[in-house]
C-alpha cells in the first residue's frame, strides 16, 4: 500500500484559506455584537477587509457565511469537552469535567448568542437541530450511552432524555447568563445538570 507524498499548499490556497478564515473571524464578531438579521455582507467583508467577491468565492450568503460560524463554534465546544473529560478516568468525574467545559463556553456572549439566541432563527429550527445532533446534542447523546453502558444510569429512551437535557443546558445557561455574579451562577447551572443527570441512576445506586 503506497503513502501519498505530503503535497505543500501553493500559496493561492494559502491565500484562499487565511481569506475564509478572515472571514469567519469577521462573521463571529460581527454576528455576537449585532444579531443575524442587523449584520449585512457589507459589515462583513468591511471588517475582515476583503471584497464581496471574495466571500462569495467561499460562501454563497450571509447564512452559509453564518452556517460555518456556527459549526466552527460547535467543533471548538466538543474540543474543549473531550479536552477537559480525557483528563480523568472517573465516569462521574468525565461528566462533572465535560459538563464544566460545556457551560464555560457557553457562557462566552459570543457563542452563547451565536449558539442560543441567533442560530435557531438564522437557520431555521430544523436546520438549526441538526448541527446540534452533529455536534452538542450528539457528544450529550454519547455521554448518556456510555453511563448507560457502565450500568450508572438508565437514559430510556435515549431520545427523549437526551434533547431534554439538552434543553435544561441551553436553559440554564441563559438563566446563569442574564446573573450579575456569574460564577456563583455557573456553578448552580452546573450543580443542577448533574443533579439531572445523576438522578436518572437505577434505585439503589
Known sequence: MSVKPHREKTRREEY??????????????????QGFARTSVDDIVRRARV????????????????EAVFCRIEETIVARVAEASDRVSDPWARVEAGFGAIL?????????????????V????????????????????ATLSSLQ???????????????????????ATQVAAREKDTKAA???????????VRGLAPAGR
Open 186 to 196: 455557573r456553578r448552580a447551572a452546573k450543580r443542577l445538570v448533574l443533579q439531572l
Open 51 to 66: 471584497t464581496k467577491g471574495a466571500l462569495y468565492h467561499h460562501f454563497k450568503d450571509k447564512t452559509a457565511v453564518f
Open 122 to 141: 438564522a437557520l431555521g429550527w430544523t436546520r438549526w437541530r441538526e448541527i446540534e445532533q452533529q455536534y452538542m446534542m450528539g457528544l450529550l447523546r
Open 149 to 171: 453502558e457502565a450500568g450508572l444510569i438508565r437514559a430510556e429512551p435515549l431520545d427523549l432524555v437526551a434533547p431534554v437535557l439538552f434543553a435544561a443546558i441551553g436553559e
Open 104 to 120: 464555560d463556553a457557553a457562557l462566552e456572549p459570543a457563542h452563547r448568542r451565536i449558539v442560543f439566541e441567533e442560530a435557531p
Open 16 to 33: 484562499s484559506e487565511a481569506t475564509r478564515i478572515a472571514l469567519l473571524d469577521a462573521a463571529a464578531e460581527a454576528f455576537a455584537a
